[in-house]
């Protein structure tokens, strides 16, 4: 069997609702195995993560992140997907790195969402006017298609082209109003230093966070996690590697305990929650979902 070869142009076969189902069904199988490696040489790195999932089959995707590309006119990161087949261990598709990392990240997000937002939710604020955001905008506005949309950014020339490139989206100057007025928050930012307050948070809002993927790395405060019901992706990917957990746990704000769920917990597509709950979703990534985001887009290209 030949691989397929499957490029970034793929995604107009692509559906951010099916990409969710998939992560579901995938999340309905046995537990993944994971591994990760690191591999350095001066400021450059080759980041392998592999995941294996009876019934799936298993993946390697590897990063080469080289700092120095930007100069060269050249992406910083490159890499690419091996797709291998459950059965024989053969190698089924080579698929674009950029095109499973996109519809992965916003698809974990809007998952999270669709679990434990309200279904009525009418009003998004996307934190972060960066690449990620304009991937949050589309894949929030598939499974919440009458919601208008708010951006705010460190910069607001950032926030004013994003705003301009995008229907019912609106600038908001201010981070505390555009979340008084948000249902759903969605985060995607580099700060070390969290950005949104606990305080701000009121009942029935959803807060997803996403730009967090360093022990140093915080987007929201203590407060925020101390008054939401906290759910994430994987307890094993995100508690001991992210600073968004892995801090308040060190300083005893929270404890384990206080993890309501993460994707395994959910039963048929469902958290029981309450209407009036603050939810916060850790979006924290993870092999395993490169690889059932993998096969959704082998299964849709092949379909196409």
Known sequence: MTPAMIPFEAETHLNWRALTDALLDGHSRPKAEIGDTFLYRGEDTMLT??????????????????????????????????????????????????????????????????????????????????????????????????????????????????????????????????VSQADIITSATMTTDPLIKGSWLQPGQHLDLIGAYRPDMREADDTALTRARLFMDSRDTVLDHIGEFKDPLARGVIIRDDIVGDLYDQKDGVFTRQPDDITLYKNGGGAHLDLMTSRYILEAWRGR
């Open 49 to 178: 993560r592999s995941a294996w999932i009876d019934g799936l089959g298993s993946a390697v995707k590897t990063a080469n992140i080289m700092p120095g590309n930007p100069a060269r006119g050249e992406p910083m990161i490159h890499g690419a997907v091996n797709l291998y087949d459950d059965v024989t261990g053969q190698l089924a598709a080579i698929v674009d790195f950029h095109l499973v990392t996109k519809w992965k990240t916003a698809g974990d997000s809007v998952l999270g969402a669709r679990l434990l937002a309200r279904p009525d939710s009418k009003v998004v604020l996307i934190v972060g006017a960066g690449t990620v955001g304009r991937n949050l905008r589309n894949a929030y506005g598939a499974l919440f298609p009458d919601a208008r949309f708010l951006i705010w950014n460190r910069s607001p020339e950032g926030a004013a082209r994003f705003a301009d490139e995008c229907d019912k989206t609106d600038v908001v100057t201010s981070l505390e109003d555009g």
